[in-house]
Each structure stands twice: as structure tokens, then as C-alpha cells.
């Protein structure tokens, strides 16, 4: 009996836990630094997920421990470390990061997802242009956001809005009949405007295009290893390319907002507060016993 | 206690490693191959490339002829694209014949063990044949063009996932004799 009691002691002691952490922490940043892996890929990955249960096991333990013998500050302590591991579980299971694209007429594009947690609720969001501000509707949730460049969190961090705005061309595609074959506004990929293409379900071509100004273009059209076509062009104009032509009528001013749910931060930052409120009256508290 | 702290963290170091190995020993083969490998990667990436273009030349030479489709290191959507390049050639009645004259090596970067780029100098000569006469349509056109590749590594190998032109300085012929 005294035997799995002392194994007990010893695996909820700080000596395993500062070990555990250690070795989580210096993998973690290795995995990160050197193979530039993200970090929620390293965190879900599986010997992470055993490190952190461990650590979970080490601190729940250890905490009963501290409660029992009296020690309020270790035993805080550990249920701070708990609320955090268990906010970044949370964030890995139900987190989304997403972008959308916004004109002053609505959303130009669906809310595209480009992490989403194993468990995280579907993508019913939609946004628009409230005089300065953007407006985005979550479920029930209403969020509002300044409609310039910047990052904003909301909702205790939870949410995070980041807004860029950019230019983007309407194209037009046509026959050499002129029958409008393709047209839709070109929405600019994630936050980078390298290489920005875009391309029509009818035709095998690259169409490349870089805004130069509020009413030209830089283009380059491809098609397999072959350049069709390259230069400027003036909005309106036609370009001719191998029996086809096309044209960009108008340029738009659009808004690309990142939308970004960490539904654990909630936890973490709650939890945090309510603990260091709690070490903060008991520091109080013996002040004035003293 | 700071010394057991330390040995401690060497021994759950590598009974990370081994849960690593049991768990996942695909992500580990690819850590191993990112430290120890990469020299093999880079010719691995090189092979790619080349293997690439010398099958994008056959389906294309063949109008799309489906036997070399599955060793085309190309994704999903790139053999999409291609595939609606040999249509609209055939709805005009056309083929195009490739011959690639050279290509330059210029850059090659791995942004990661799963992720890299590989920038080439490329010089192809082309032409036009009728479809299904194959009756020469064109006259022998030439060109040199940049392009990056962005390749992903998959369990078997490399795969190209995008191919960018880029605007790159015709490199220097060393090697080159004229007559």
C-alpha cells in the first residue's frame, strides 16, 4: 500500500511535472523552429497528446495532494495549469480560421476554412459592409469591426478579425462571337498578392494579373508551358488571345477579413483571472493579518 | 532537483521519440530524412522535376494518353488542367508537340521536411500538328521561361503541386560549343 502511495506522490510531484513540461516545451519549439511544422500540428500530434495528458494526470493529482496538505497557492496553481492545457485542447478540437471576402454590395466569396478543429461547429458565417465598420454574424453572434488594416479581437480573445483591404478586378470572358463565357470578380488568395491567377472552368488558360494602378493592369495569360500573352491593359479594354477576348470592366474595393475562433481562450483568460484574483485577496489577507 | 529535472527530461525525450515512433513513424521518417537526408531529398527533388516534365511531354505527344498518368508527379488539379489543355487543342483540332532543349537547375529551397521550391530555367521548342492527321500544323516555334515548381512530399515521394512562371535571367552556357 505505502508503495502505490509513493509512486502516486512521485508521479504528482513538481520534479515530474517541471520534466514533462521541459520536454514538451523544448520538442514543441524544435519541431516548430527547425522544421517550421504549425504549431497546432505539433500540439495535435500524438506523442504531444500523451505529454499533455500526462501533465493533465500529473497536475490533477497533484493538486488533490495540495488541497489535502493545506497548500492553497500549489494547489491554485495547478488548477490554473489544468484550465490552461485544457483551453488549448479545447482550441485544438473546435477552433476555425477562415477568410472571407467582402465588396460594399456583400460577400464576394464563401467563408473559406483553412484550419478547422475536428469538432468545430459548421461555417454559417456572413459579413457586410456597415457604413465604416464590417459586420459579421456568427449563429447569433454579432461582431462589429473597423472596415481599415488591422488585427481586433473580440469576445474576451476568442475572436480574432483581421482585415486587409485590397483591390480586385471584375474579368470578363467572351467568344470570339462575343458570348460572355465566364465573368466574377477575382478574389485575391489568402493575404498574398504574388502570382495572384485566376482561371475559368470553360478554358485551360492562366489568366496572371497584378493591379498597377486604379484603372491598369499587368497581365500575363498562359496556357500549358506557353506565354499566350503579356503587358498592360486599361480597364474596359479588350484583350485578343487565341480567338477569345477578355476584359476587366471595373476594379472594386474589397476587404479580405480573416476571421479566427479560439473558443478556449475564453477559458484560459476567465480562469486566469478568477485564480490571480484569488492569490491576489489571499496576498491581501495576510497583509492585514500581519 | 534541477539535476533530476534535466536527466528526467533527457529520459522523457526519448520516450517521446519512441511514442513518435509507434504513433506516427511516417512524420519521423520525414524529420529523419530533413536532418540526415538532404542531400538525397534535393536530387529526389530534382527527379521530380525532370520526371515531371518528361511525362507532361509523352501526354501531350500522345493527346493524353492515359498509360504514364499514375508515375505523373503531379497533383490532382494540375492533371485537370492539363487534361482541359488537350480538349480545347482537340476542339480546334490541334496537338501541340513539346521538346524541352534545357533546363537550368537556378534555386532550390525546402521550406519545410513536407514543402519546397524549386525555381528552373527552362528552354522548349514546340509545335503544332493537326488532330487526328498529325500533319504539321505549325512552323518550330522556341522559348526560354522561368518556373517554380512547389512540390509536397507524399509517402512515396515528391509531387508537384504548382508550376508559376517567373521572370528569370537566361543563365550562362558553360559547356556550350559553337561551330
Redesign the interface.
Known sequence: MNFIINSITLLSSY??F???F??QF??TSF?III???PFWQVFG???SF??TGLLLINRVSGSIFEIKKGRWKGALFSVWFILVSSGLLVNYFYRTDGITNLTDEGMVSGFVISQKGRFASGNEISAFIKGDNIEVLKGKRSFIIPAKDGFYPRAFFSYFFSVKKDFSPMFVIKDNEGKVLDTAFLIPEGFSQD?LYF?SPA??H?F?IKIEGRDSLSF?I??????IKKGLVKLNEELEFEGLRVSFPEIKEIFTVRIIHYPGNKVILVGSLIIFLLLFIKGINRLVAK | ?IK??LI??V???V???I??L???PE?LSH?RR?LFGRVEEEASLRQTVLLYNKI?TDL?ASDGETLRLNDFPASVILKH??Y??L??LRSRGLL?I?DMADLTFMKLKM???FLADVEVY?E?N?IYQKNPSRKIASSIKG?G?GFRYILKRQKTGWLVIEV??VDIKEPEKRDEFYY
Do not use: A, C, H
Open positions: 520534479t515530474i517541471l520534466s514533462l521541459m520536454t523544448v520538442i519541431l522544421f517550421k511544422i500530434s500524438g506523442p500523451v505529454f502570382n482561371r478554358l485551360p492562366r496572371y500575363r498562359t496556357r500549358g508551358k506557353l506565354t | 532537483m533530476r529535472v528526467l527530461t529520459v522523457f525525450s520516450l517521446y521519440v511514442i513518435g509507434l504513433l506516427e512524420s524529420y530533413w507532361l501531350y488542367e492539363l482541359r489543355d480538349d480545347f501541340i513539346y521550406r519545410s521536411p527552362e522548349w514546340y522559348f521561361q508559376i512562371p
